[in-house]
C-alpha cells in the first residue's frame, strides 16, 4: 500500500541545519509532487514546500526561503528537505504528502492538494 516515511528530525540549536528524508513505497514516485507541512503545538498545519513530478520546479513560502531547500532522489524513492540556519519558530512536526503531478502554483501550501501522508517527524530548535 502507499507508505511515507518522514525521518531525520531531532534537537537542534538555532542557527544549525537538520535534513528531513520522506521515503515512499508502494507507488511510483516519479509521477507525483511532495510537499512538506510542519505543524506546531496550538497552531494549523502549514505547508512549507513543494516540489513537482515532471520538472522538479520548488516553491517555498517566505518562512523558510533561503534557508530550507527540497529535493528529491526519484531512484531511491526519497524526497529530502535540507534545513539551515534553523530558528526556534521552526520547531514543529514535519510531514510530508503526495499528490499526482506536479506543485499547484497557487494551492502547493493547502494540505486539501495532497492525497497520501506521512506520520511526522518532530523537529525542535532550541538551545
Known amino acids: 500500500q502507499v507508505q511515507l516515511v518522514e525521518s531525520g528530525g531531532g534537537l537542534v540549536q538555532p542557527g544549525g541545519s537538520l535534513r528531513l528524508s520522506c521515503a515512499a513505497s508502494?507507488?511510483?514516485?516519479?509521477?507525483?509532487?511532495v510537499g512538506w507541512f510542519r505543524q506546531a503545538p496550538g497552531k494549523e498545519r502549514e505547508g512549507i514546500s513543494c516540489?513537482?513530478?515532471?520538472?522538479?520546479?520548488?516553491y517555498y513560502v517566505d518562512s523558510v526561503k533561503g534557508r530550507f531547500t527540497i529535493s528529491r532522489d526519484n531512484a531511491e524513492k526519497t524526497v529530502y528537505l535540507h534545513m539551515n540556519s534553523l530558528k526556534p519558530e521552526d520547531t514543529a512536526i514535519y510531514y510530508c504528502?503526495?499528490?499526482?503531478?506536479?506543485?499547484?502554483?497557487?494551492?502547493?501550501?493547502?494540505?486539501?492538494?495532497?492525497?497520501?501522508w506521512g506520520q511526522g517527524t518532530q523537529v525542535t530548535v532550541s538551545s
Open positions: 504528502a503526495t499528490e499526482i503531478g506536479d506543485c499547484m502554483a497557487r494551492d502547493y501550501y493547502r494540505a486539501t492538494m495532497y492525497e497520501y
Open positions: 508502494g507507488f511510483t514516485l516519479d509521477f507525483y509532487a
Open positions: 516540489i513537482s513530478a515532471s520538472d522538479g520546479r520548488t
